[in-house]
């Protein structure tokens, strides 16, 4: 349903661009999220696309990551700049309306 893609090891300072292409019929009209889940912590919400215009981000995210979606391609992006050693995690995409979860995409952080 979800196939999340992107991830890779980066440098201090870099970017990266994930990717979440969903194959169901109802993406256009669901909230969409980024979550992460680093070793030994619990996931966490990253950012969350509910139309244009209506973005939430967690505060340890905000200026430095976007998200953003294509309908007529049903997927969503989070662009991340500025990257940080403590962002290193496996990111999941997350569409609400039936609850569904993209595979995780392992983002390393590190000189």
């Known amino acids: 349903q979800l196939q999340a893609s992107g991830g890779g090891l980066v440098q201090p300072g870099g970017s990266l661009r994930l990717s979440c292409a969903a194959s169901g019929t109802i993406f256009s009209i669901s909230t969409m999220d980024w979550y992460r889940q680093a070793p030994g912590k619990q996931r966490e919400l990253v950012a969350t696309f509910i139309s244009i215009g209506s973005t939430n981000y967690a505060d340890s995210v905000k200026g430095r990551f976007t998200i953003s979606r294509d309908n007529a391609k049903k997927t969503v992006y989070l662009q991340m700049n500025s990257l940080k050693p403590e962002d290193t995690a496996v990111y999941y995409c997350?569409?609400?309306?039936?609850?569904?979860w993209g595979q995780g995409t392992q983002v390393t952080v590190s000189s």
């Open positions: 997350h569409q609400r309306i039936g609850d569904y």
